[in-house]
């Protein structure tokens, strides 16, 4: 593990080297994080961290980890993850790691992916729960029983389709009221159309992974697709102040900014008035206590409720898809008349 | 001759998306399987929301704006013969306002 923190500390010192230094650094760094068996097989170790919103450092070595993996998939390597570092795991990190898991498995040329089971009991019951050790060919040997792992729900589907949720929904209406909790589910069937129409491209669907817990006070949810990006579809018909603005070239605080659009207008890639309205329904039910975070490419969108505070910018790892977390703080009292929270 | 339509027990108590392709119980199957039908043959039709777990804007918007957009009826006619119940008002508004808004 200290291996990994040194590569992305390190990572961060090459950007003061020349090209040519920078490239053999970057070489060497990579040496060190992965074992190498053999040229046609490789054990790339997880980070303790399985986290994107966050700290800096956590999720750079996150992105680093997918990323080898990344790169050994598509060389044709047969890849084994040791996943026995594995401790920290959060909805985030879980839902991208999700992804990514049945992505290596649809797009695996030579060879195979493998696992090692994690080291920790909690990663591991998560991991089972959420189905992917069983992906890896790990079989289930947990019972399910860590509160931390069964008072999250996960739901995942390639269609507009609330039904798996349902149970949920009653459960959310039972402490939410049935004003607040219409209003979380209305966000969330928009989020599963968004991702229907505009994700993956001409109305092609793809997959998309839902995480969501409660507590006492605070609901969470987290959305996840391995789609075009907000960026990238808002692109498709771009604007004018697009071009002023250099957006239509790739460009990481632009993707924010395109993000910031998104949730803070109509703007849809449909360009139809009676469209896009799922992001700003969603930042609307945030106000006034509630978090709302949006990772799509190269940008990200943060908005935070209780210090009434936008910010937008570049991400420093670009992210396949878009993954949307989301708090909603729990009102003291049921079915309040006041609907200035739609 | 007055028509009721109670969404969660007729059509779905989850509701979701714009478009038939999108899933089992979108706003265009709603509205082409159940809404259309009971416009054409009744003088009055309420559509009774509660029960439903969620709907989302697509759903909305293609039943009920889509009755003007795409079935071309008239924002007048609805006014005569369309009522919303719900005990969340913020619902009926909104459809209305989809209403207004297609019929621009």
Known sequence: MWLLRAAAKASRATRKLTSKQRSERLKSEKKLRLSRSDTKSILIRSPEHFRYYGGRSVRSDFAVFIYDINEAVRSGKSVCIDLSSAKHLYPCGVLIFMGQVDHWLENQKIGKISAKY??????????????????????????????DVTRWRHF????VDATS????????R??????????????????????????????????????????????????????QSIPKTLLDKPKLMDYLRGAVWWSGRADGKLIDMAVNSNRSSTDLPWRGKGLPE?????????????????????????????????????????LIIWMVRIKGTHDEEDNQHF | ???????????????????IKDGPYSGEAFRSKLL???????????????????FGSSFLEEAFGGLVR??????????KKLKISSRLKIYEKKIWKYISDASV
């Open chain 1, 118 to 147: 994690p080291g920790s009991d909690l990663a591991e019951q998560m991991l089972q729960s959420v189905g992917v050790l069983e992906k890896l060919g790990l079989p289930p040997r947990k019972t399910i029983t860590h509160n």
């Open chain 1, 156 to 159: 995942t589907g390639m269609n």
């Open chain 1, 165 to 172: 949720m349902e149970s949920f929904m009653i459960e959310l």
């Open chain 1, 174 to 227: 039972e402490l939410l009221g049935e004003q607040a909790q219409m209003g979380l589910a209305d966000c969330i069937n928009e989020a599963m159309s968004n991702v229907k129409h505009h994700a993956y491209g001409r109305d092609l669907g793809g997959k998309w992974w839902i995480f969501a817990t409660l507590s006492e006070d605070k609901v969470f949810i987290s959305i996840h697709d391995r789609g």
């Open chain 1, 282 to 322: 969603m930042h609307e039910l945030t106000k006034p206590s509630g978090e709302l975070a949006i990772y799509s490419r190269g940008g990200f969108f943060r908005f935070s409720g209780a210090e009434s505070v936008c910010t937008s910018g570049r991400l420093s790892h670009p992210i396949t898809g878009t």
């Open chain 2, 1 to 19: 001759m007055k028509k009721i339509i109670n969404i969660s027990e007729q059509f779905s108590r989850s509701p979701a998306g714009r478009y």
């Open chain 2, 36 to 54: 259309v039908p009971a416009l054409n043959e009744a003088d009055e039709v309420e559509v009774q929301l509660d029960g439903a777990l969620g």
């Open chain 2, 70 to 79: 795409v079935e071309h009826v008239s924002k007048h006619t609805l006014e």
